[in-house]
T-cell receptor, first 112, second 114 residues
Framework: DAKTTQPNSMESNEEEPVHLPCNHSTISGTDYIHWYRQLPSQGPEYVIHGLTSNVNNRMASLAIAEDRKSSTLILHRATLRDAAVYYCILSAGGTSYGKLTFGQGTILTVHP | KAGVTQTPRYLIKTRGQQVTLSCSPISGHRSVSWYQQTPGQGLQFLFEYFSETQRNKGNFPGRFSGRQFSNSRSEMNVSTLELGDSALYLC?????????????FGEGSWLTVV
């Protein structure tokens, strides 16, 4: 399975933008890039995903490098509720349908 | 629409016993995956079912098994429980027909083995 690399932790101030990086140099052409976040004692929450083009939704934006070897999750205005562990994951089809390989993720701390 | 529902939310079992956990996927979703989360190992994939067939399996011993019913509801079973099986067990569902499908997780079942 293709692996992702994320910083262990990041900090931000409330109402400031946050850029969470992810490296995935071994990504294959059909792998989608997914982002999830998890609060303590809760299941992972879907944030956003994309294949090649940048993506926006009500929660965040996903910027994908042209060579797809890295991506950045952008939270436009961090709130205290955004403090969580953020996971960058690659999903593949074929024999890997339904299988997400989670790394350690990035712990995001948001300061008031 | 209703999300992924897991039952029970919390349970305590004794070593050597077995346990069955249930997962109801989002309506219309045919793929159900199971994950184990522990502080030491993080989130690990157990197996995935699609249309009642196991399509993918992680690296767990045979004590961990699952099945999926015709209505896409799924159960996982752990036999001969060990202390190390104490974990949060998460179920996730998706349409399962494309690697770009969004996968949604339930709140999990907390299992404590004593």
């Amino acid at each position: 399975d293709a692996k992702t690399t994320q910083p262990n932790s990041m900090e931000s101030n409330e109402e400031e933008p946050v850029h969470l990086p992810c490296n995935h140099s071994t990504i294959s052409g059909t792998d989608y890039i997914h982002w999830y976040r998890q609060l303590p004692s809760q299941g992972p929450e879907y944030v956003i995903h994309g294949l090649t083009s940048n993506v926006n939704n009500r929660m965040a934006s996903l910027a994908i490098a042209e060579d797809r070897k890295s991506s950045t999750l952008i939270l436009h205005r961090a709130t205290l509720r955004d403090a969580a562990v953020y996971y960058c994951i690659l999903s593949a089809g074929g024999t890997s349908y339904g299988k997400l390989t989670f790394g350690q993720g990035t712990i995001l701390t948001v300061h008031p | 629409k209703a999300g992924v529902t897991q039952t029970p939310r919390y349970l305590i079992k004794t070593r050597g016993q077995q346990v069955t956990l249930s997962c109801s996927p989002i309506s219309g979703h045919r793929s159900v995956s199971w994950y184990q989360q522990t502080p030491g190992q993080g989130l690990q994939f157990l197996f995935e079912y699609f249309s009642e067939t196991q399509r993918n399996k992680g690296n767990f011993p045979g004590r961990f098994s699952g099945r999926q019913f015709s209505n896409s509801r799924s159960e996982m079973n752990v036999s001969t429980l060990e202390l190390g099986d104490s974990a949060l067990y998460l179920c996730a569902s998706s349409r399962g027909d494309n690697s770009g499908n969004t996968i949604y997780f339930g709140e999990g079942s907390w299992l404590t083995v004593v």
